[in-house]
């Protein structure tokens, strides 16, 4: 399922590309709420890659735990999870698809191998 980018907030200067990657078995929730009259917010599961784009002063909060509970588990600077010279942080709907593809998993290869392995 596709993902809408939520828009970035007025007046916000050169937003940087994010990365983040759950590393754990369960399923995540990752937050940006310090900054005023914006919000973000997605589900992260296990072994997934979240590509998104916020200001350098926002603070990305991860909160795991079970169903009716959730526990903060770590804060980090969006400047720590900056993707470096990957994509342009001026993004048009072209880079926009691309980043909903790359969270979707449809931005990774899928070729099969064609010759069979051998043993050595």
């Given at each position: 399922?596709?993902?809408?980018?939520?828009?970035?907030?007025?007046?916000?200067?050169?937003?940087?590309?994010?990365?983040?990657?759950?590393?754990?078995?369960?399923?995540?929730?990752?937050?940006?709420?310090?900054?005023?009259?914006?919000?973000f917010e997605r589900v992260v599961f296990p072994g997934?890659?979240?590509?998104?784009?916020?200001?350098?002063?926002?603070?990305?909060?991860?909160?795991?735990?079970?169903?009716?509970?959730?526990?903060?588990?770590?804060?980090?600077?969006?400047?720590?999870?900056?993707?470096?010279?990957?994509?342009?942080?001026?993004?048009?709907?072209?880079?926009?698809?691309?980043?909903?593809?790359?969270?979707?998993?449809?931005?990774?290869?899928?070729?099969?191998?064609?010759?069979?392995?051998?043993?050595?």
């Amino acid at each position: 399922m596709a993902q809408v980018l939520d828009p970035l907030p007025s007046g916000s200067q050169d937003p940087i590309v994010c990365c983040y990657v759950n590393a754990t078995s369960r399923i995540q929730i990752a937050r940006i709420s310090n900054l005023p009259n914006w919000y973000f917010e997605r589900v992260v599961f296990p072994g997934q890659r979240l590509i998104f784009e916020a200001p350098p002063e926002g603070l990305l909060e991860i909160h795991c735990g079970m169903m009716a509970s959730a526990i903060l588990s770590d804060t980090i600077p969006c400047d720590r999870l900056q993707v470096e010279d990957v994509l342009p942080t001026a993004l048009d709907p072209e880079h926009q698809q691309r980043l909903e593809e790359l969270n979707d998993g449809m931005g990774v290869s899928s070729e099969s191998i064609t010759e069979p392995a051998t043993a050595s």
